[in-house]
Nanobody, 124 residues
Framework: QAQLLESGGGLVRTGDSLRLSCKTP????????MGWFRQAPGKEREFVAA????????YNDEIVKGRFSISKDNAKSTLYLQMNNLNPEDTAVYFC?????????????????WGQGTQVFVSS
């Protein structure tokens, strides 16, 4: 399976921004639907955002509220999640994942390949 490697997490304050990256093997973001999920302590993994190989995106509006943006760089084979105006409720491990080509999906079971995650901690 393709190796997905997240980075960019860290400790930030309320209102700060972070950009998460997910480095993938060559052509992965070009050919597959890619998504970001997150899991907070004691909670189930939840969908954040997804992007199809042709560009359409899907967001979990209850979480994102216009603050996050998913994008990808096909040349660098890297997926991004720009997160602005962070708050403590965004504290979680963030995972990138790859699914077979298709419309951007918010269903975790659609994704067959997952990274190890990057920790985001937002202090109040």
């Amino acid at each position: 399976q393709a190796q997905l490697l997240e980075s960019g997490g860290g400790l930030v304050r309320t209102g700060d921004s972070l950009r998460l990256s997910c480095k993938t093997p060559a052509r992965t973001v070009m050919w597959y639907t890619m998504g970001w999920f997150r899991q907070a302590p004691g909670k189930e993994r939840e969908f954040v955002a997804a992007i199809s190989r042709s560009g359409p995106t899907k967001y979990n509006d209850e979480i994102v509220k216009g603050r996050f943006s998913i994008s990808k760089d096909n040349a660098k084979s890297t997926l991004y999640l720009q997160m602005n105006n962070l708050n403590p409720e965004d504290t979680a491990v963030y995972f990138c994942a790859a699914a077979q080509p298709g419309s951007p999906s918010g269903v975790a079971s659609s994704y067959t390949n997952w990274g190890q995650g990057t920790q985001v901690f937002v202090s109040s």
